[in-house]
């Protein structure tokens, strides 16, 4: 019986150990835009929502959210690319996490995620940019669940000249 054992715990030590399993580099910034717009698109909240360009604005009380659009900067923002295995710094302090681009030519120059003692993401700011010889542009993006989102933009374009837009939504407390 106990070289039965022994016989059988030498052929499972003598296998190969099966291939890790490509996980993800960085939290899974666009797995959790996705989560939370099937959330929302569910749960249909009401929002006080602020379009401005420049210096005109109008906000609105809307519904009737395409969540998926609302939040597709943020989803796109993600930084899980294999390409990109080693291109953030992460720093930690507390409960707040960091990602930083270690090359200045990607686009989601930093990402910060504060979480609660429980893990749930209490606040997300996503920091992108892109320049080349005819354009720039920096956003600066905001996610608190069920409080606020914004994106705040700012524009260079050489024939077209600058232009600031920003997007707020405030969740109601109805």
Known sequence: ??????????????CDAPPPKEGKSYED??????????????????I????????????????DINWKTELSLF??????????QDSYQKVAKGNTVSYRA??????????QISKDPAGRILKINIRNQTR???YSSSEQLLYIP?????????????????????????FSKK
């Open 75 to 84: 989803a796109e923002s993600d930084i899980n690319k294999p390409a990109w």
């Open 102 to 111: 270690t090359d200045t030519t990607l686009r989601t120059r930093e990402i």
């Open 132 to 134: 080349n010889m005819l």
């Open 29 to 46: 910034i666009k797995e959790f835009f996705e989560a939370e717009a099937r959330r929302l698109s569910r749960t249909n909240p009401e």
């Open 146 to 170: 069920d409080s606020v989102y914004q994106i705040s933009k700012d524009q260079r374009v050489v024939v077209v000249g600058d232009n600031h837009y920003l997007l707020k939504g405030l």
């Open 48 to 63: 006080n929502k602020t379009v401005a360009r420049n210096e005109s604005s109008e906000t609105r009380s809307v519904r």
């Open 1 to 14: 019986m106990r070289s039965g054992l022994l016989f059988i715990l030498l052929i499972l030590s003598a």
